[in-house]
């Protein structure tokens, strides 16, 4: 059961990042990295590029390349912070926002979609499974589970 709950996650994460993706490019985008436009967006000031880098688990470098392709597109700003010249800040532009908003009328009848017909109690449930999951990849398999 274990081995096929663990495929089973991998295989829907991919196919779920995929089908994202492809919502992202209906909406109009050519394929901008949503997550980070999702990680900024409650950050109206911006955040560090290694506070968003920490936040989403990605290398600098990979995350440097998605935030230059989104500079490049006008959906965020980067600038050096003032008094560390070392340290950039990424902020979501007016664009960024609009973008987002318009895959989130997409997004959402997405969810709407794939969840129909689950159960609140099922998607709490596989809620915690997850999050214990994502704890114990991140923190190691003896982890404090979360509540």
């Known amino acids: 059961m274990q081995l096929q709950v663990a495929i089973q996650v991998m295989v829907t994460a991919r ?5 994202v ?5 209906e909406a109009g985008h050519t394929g ?3 997550l980070v436009l999702y990680h900024l967006k409650d950050h109206p000031k911006g955040l560090t ?4 880098s920490a936040r989403m688990e990605l290398s600098g470098a990979s995350l440097t390349r998605l935030v230059q392709r989104l500079e490049r597109d006008g959906m965020v700003t980067r600038r050096r912070m ?4 070392r340290s950039w800040l990424i902020a ?3 664009s960024g926002h609009a973008a987002l908003g318009a895959f989130d009328i997409h997004a959402a009848a997405m969810r709407q ?16 499974v997850l999050k214990i999951l994502s704890s114990k990849l991140t923190h190691g398999p003896d982890a404090v589970s979360l509540p």
Do not use: H, N, Q, Y
């Open 49 to 52: 590029l290694s506070e968003l």
């Open 113 to 128: 979609r794939m969840f129909e017909g689950i159960s609140d109690d099922d998607l709490a449930a596989a809620l915690r």
């Open 32 to 34: 901008a990295p949503t």
């Open 21 to 25: 993706a492809d919502l992202f490019r």
């Open 92 to 94: 979501m532009e007016p």
């Open 15 to 19: 196919r779920w990042k995929s089908r």
């Open 82 to 85: 003032v008094g560390d010249g």
